[in-house]
């Protein structure tokens, strides 16, 4: 029998963290312990409202909890308004918000449902790694019943908020220290592989006869998202960052990693934030990372398109 992902989402939607939640929700390899938030593309207070917007539109019945408003050392970057928006998830319009947030806190919640939980654990972190680094430093036993942490943030050629830095490293380089050396395994979707899921016009044209609520989010989604991606970075399509964490557990194959010893810089310098990526192992140092280097693109967006199709029809 195909084992079944038990998974904590830790995100700062974001239109493209957003998608990694609807790839997550109804896939049968994966069980969606819970949704917790973190201050990172918006304010804490506007992704955890996008959290539950979404998780009520579609009908996700987890926790979601609020976690950190800000790093754990350093003052908060500001926040990715050129790309989604003044309220983090610009385009869809979403009825009177009812569902209500969990009290816990995200770093109580993510140590307790770990703690509880009868099968490790993957922690699938695709916003800056804040309250992830809080709940190992506050409860380091939870490392015990960790199985994975598969992150999407870093890059080992070029950032995307600095030259060396990928904005959810910079935007807590001290956290991504944390957990990079927590002795778990950690696989890095950084920009050198997710820069290659480009959103291109076809994609949201295949995806817009997908006739159910999933595919109608999708879609509204993407049109502004990939309409700021362009004006920002000039992508024809925009890159779909944070869903290339879910495809991987819902198949692995269908992206290549290398496994190489990550460090994070927190030295303060211009290089700060950046994920050292020993590409050429040019050290003994240990492997600490699968860092993903290629994306099977046809799969990835039959992956997509599959999740979609599982939400109510409109």
Sequence with gaps: ME????IIIDCDPGHDDIVAIM???RNPKIKLL??????????????TRNALNVCQYLDIDVPV???????????????????HGDSGLDGPVFPPLTKQ???RHA???????????????????TGPLSNIAMAMRREPKILENIDEIVLMGGAYQHGNVTPAAEFNIYADAEAAHVVFSCGRPVVMMGLDLTRQALCYPEIVDRMSKIETKGGKLFVDLMRFFCMTQKKVFGWEGGPLHDPTTVAYLIDPDCIETKAM???????GGQSHGRTNCDFFNLTDKVKNTKVAVKLHVDRFWDI???NLKLYDHL
């Design 261 to 267: 010893h990550t460090d994070i810089d927190i030295s």
């Design 65 to 83: 909890c609020k976690g950190l408003a800000g790093p754990i050392v350093r003052e908060a970057p500001p926040v990715e308004e050129r790309v």
């Design 304 to 306: 997509v398109e599959e």
């Design 34 to 47: 819970g949704i917790t938030t973190v201050n990172g593309n918006q304010t804490l207070e506007k992704v």
């Design 107 to 125: 770093v109580d919640f993510i140590i307790e449902t770990v703690m509880n939980a009868s099968e490790p654990v993957t922690l699938v972190p």
């Design 3 to 6: 084992k079944i992902r038990q």
């Design 101 to 103: 947030l969990d009290p």
């Design 23 to 25: 790839l997550a929700a």
